[in-house]
Structures are given as C-alpha cells and as structure tokens.
C-alpha cells in the first residue's frame, strides 16, 4: 500500500458514511447558533452574560449565584442556574425575555456559517422538509432566517427556546415538537447540531446525529460526548448531496 493510499483510504471511509447519512435523511433538523450562524459573531454571549448578572444585581439578587457563575461566559448558564433555583418564576421569565433582546440585537451582526445557506436551499429544492431545533428564542430565528431569504425554507417549523427551561436541550422537547408537526420517524430524520447537548437531545429523540465542528476544540467535545460522525465543514455535506463526492 502506498503512502498516498493510506491517506485517501480514510477520507473515502468518511466520505461513503457521509454519503449514507445524508440519503437516509428525509428530514433535516438544524440546531441555529453554530450550524446555521455563529449568533454572536459579533456581539459578544460573555458581554451578554455579564448583562444578565448585572441585571439580577440591580435586583438585589447577586447571592443568586456562585462567583464561578457569574463570570461564566454562556448567558444560557446563567438562564439556566436562575430556573433551577427559581424555577417557573416571574424572575425566570423576565430574565429570558432580557436574553431574548440581546439575541435579537446579536442578529444583524451574525455570521452566516459556511455553504449552509447553499446547503439549506438545495436540501430544499430536493424535496427534503426542513426545520430548527435550537435552544435560542424562535423570534431570534425568525428574523434571522427572513434577513437571509430563508424563511420559506423552514416555514413554520422553527421550534426554540420557550418559557419553560426545562425543555432546554440536551432535553428532547423541540425536536420531538418538530417531528410531530412534520409527521416524521425519527429514523428518516437527521440532527445536525455543534454541540454535546444537540447530540444528547437527538439521541433521546432517537434521531442520526451530524456533527457540525468549526474547530478542533468543539470536535473533540462531540466526539467525546459520543458523536460518529462529524465534519469541520458543511461543504463536503453540500457536495456530496449535489453528486460532486
């Protein structure tokens, strides 16, 4: 076996179980935040985050949380620690409503992910139903998917972050919201999510898995969670459902 050989073989192992992945897929669930845009490119989650704390500061609610909780860097943290302690509250729901601003704020400075707005229309022109699952608020996606022409690709399965928290992701809630309502098996389906907790919820949903890892760092994280299959790209997943691999 040559040197040359010893390489390609691995990359066309990949390329085949990306290729099975994809035609079995009669379904695509996104995750937003990650495999759509990167939400925050722009506007910072750990500033966001700080704003959370100082709000519940003005409160009178900084004994709320621990000090490794309040220079933690994900507003979806904070969110959650204020429901385990307040759950169901008024608190809780002024709070994600507070989140829900500054998302609506991150969008026009999101960045679009590489090839996924090619990738999500030609999965759609193809005949495949389409929809998100996301932990972010559905408002935020909306706006975003119709800043970028895509509404009508998911339209009106957009399934987000609600009042109740506990339904967060890893929880399964909106992907099995979105399966109901596109009357789909879970096996005709695929997630494609950038996160440990996108891969947990679609296991519980009994759902294929796609791994969307922008960098080393989030690889290793899904693989270690458990995930098989993961591209550090979304355009070998473009390529290979127009026939190019």
Same mark, same amino acid.
């Given at each position: ?20 992945? @994809? ?14 845009? /990167? ?30 909780? /309040? ?27 507070? #989140? ?81 309502? #596109? ?8 997630? @494609? ?13 009994? @759902? ?38």
């Amino acid at each position: 076996m040559t040197p040359h050989t010893a390489q390609t073989e691995p990359v066309a192992t990949e390329t085949e179980n990306l290729r099975q992945v @994809i035609d079995r897929a009669r379904f695509v669930l996104f995750d937003f935040d990650g495999p759509i845009c /990167r939400l925050f490119a722009g506007h910072s989650a750990e500033d966001v985050a700080r704003n959370l704390v100082e709000w519940l500061e003005e409160q009178g609610l900084r004994g709320l949380l621990s000090e490794e909780e /309040r220079v933690h860097p994900d507003p979806h943290v904070v969110l959650r620690v204020v429901n385990k302690r307040h759950p169901h509250s008024d608190l809780v729901a002024e709070l994600e409503e507070l #989140l829900t601003q500054h998302e609506l704020k991150a969008v026009p400075s999101a960045w679009p992910t590489a090839f996924a707005d090619p990738l999500i229309r030609t999965w759609t022109a193809v005949g495949v139903r389409l929809a998100v699952a996301t932990n972010n608020s559905p408002r935020v996606v909306a706006r975003y998917l119709e800043s970028r022409g895509l509404t009508e690709c998911f339209t009106p399965n957009v399934y987000g972050r609600t009042r109740n928290l506990d339904h967060l992701k890893p929880h399964p809630h909106c992907l099995n919201r979105a399966l109901s309502t #596109l009357g789909a098996a879970p096996s005709a389906a695929l997630m @494609i999510g950038d996160t440990p907790s996108d891969f947990f919820a679609a296991q519980r949903a009994g @759902i294929p898995f796609l791994g969307y890892a922008r960098n080393g760092h989030k690889g290793k994280l899904l693989r270690d969670a458990g995930a098989e299959d993961v591209v550090g790209s979304l355009e070998p997943v473009l390529r290979v459902l127009r026939g190019e691999l």
